[in-house]
């Protein structure tokens, strides 16, 4: 499929998930078969102010020829233009706005989900985009607010009309977080709605799920999230690749990329939670699962991994 004027090898993508969506598990996720993969959300200020931490999360491995989004957030169009005119997003394929973020301390800055409730701004957040890095822009959005009321319509409209490329749809709304079920319903209207792509997240975990929510909508593409968390191998599956992927394999390329250009005390930090996700399925898991929660130190997570 094509969003925009790029060309993607899937219509299967890896969602954007703050503390996992870095460049090793991209790099996988797109090994695996996903068509396109996003950064973590970045900061539209944190560019534009020069924080260092920030730029971290740009970073992609030399390795990784996949097609990538920078997932960005603000509410305010000239830090929305700045940063995508500063020319940090160069290798980066699409820029894709975060319109959907239910965490309070992002809701209360004015950003992600608060947006729903001003499609108006979040159109001229995305003219501002567009207008900024010449490249295709996307937008991710929830449901609303509550499911008193359905505010993703109006706001995918008005994106549309900002020319916005495609819209992904978390019919989840904020209230919810991360709870209950994604009314899928709503990516069904979406797609009937709307003249460009639609791309369905929410409640994807395996091959049945996929399935039943493909029928459902129709939509022109779908997000898979936390069930690829250990499992990047998930997107070959629903790519009816037929594969045997070696965890140990996974975590020790998962582990290479990171060595590329973070400290190893991050390393630690961050494959800590990972291996937690690789371990499900295999025998001993509350055991090494123990283990893996007490490492202090890289080298004894190398020794564990092997």
Do not use: W
Request: charged residues 25%; aromatic residues 8%; hydrophobic residues 40%.
């Amino acid at each position: 499929m094509k969003i925009g004027n790029i060309e993607l090898k899937s219509n299967i993508f890896a969602a954007p998930m703050a503390g996992y969506s870095e460049a090793g598990y991209r790099y996988l996720a797109g090994e695996s078969g996903a068509g396109l993969t996003y950064t973590e959300m970045i900061s539209a200020k944190g560019i534009v102010y020069g924080s260092e931490k920030t730029f971290q999360l740009l970073y992609k491995s030399k390795k990784d020829n996949n097609k990538t989004a920078v997932q960005i957030f603000g509410s305010e169009p000239e830090f929305i233009y700045k940063a995508c005119k500063s020319g940090v997003f160069e290798k980066f394929e699409i820029i894709d706005i975060n319109i959907g973020c239910p965490v309070r301390k992002i809701v209360n800055n004015g950003d992600g989900s608060k947006l729903l409730e001003n499609p108006k701004l979040a159109g001229e957040i995305v003219r501002a985009a567009i207008e900024g890095s010449r490249k295709p822009v996307t937008a991710k959005i929830r449901s609303g607010i509550d499911s008193s009321n359905v505010l993703a319509y109006d706001v995918a409209l008005e994106l549309e009309k900002a020319g916005c490329s495609a819209v992904t749809i978390h019919p989840r709304t904020r209230v919810q977080m991360y709870q209950g079920t994604a009314n899928h319903e709503i990516t069904k209207n979406l797609k009937k709605l709307l003249k460009i792509p639609v791309i369905a997240n929410g409640d994807i975990k395996d091959k049945d799920s996929f399935e039943n929510i493909k029928n459902e909508t129709d939509a022109d593409a779908y997000m898979v999230g936390r069930a690829s968390l250990g499992n990047p191998g998930i997107f070959s599956e629903l790519l009816n690749r037929n594969e045997t992927i070696s965890k140990y394999y996974t975590v020790l390329e998962h582990i290479a990329v990171l060595n590329e250009y973070m400290p190893q005390h991050i390393i630690l930090n961050l494959m800590k939670s990972n291996l937690c996700f690789y371990l499900k399925g295999l025998s001993n898991v509350k055991e090494i699962k123990m283990k893996v929660v007490s490492l202090n130190n890289y080298q004894d997570s190398m020794l564990l991994i092997n």
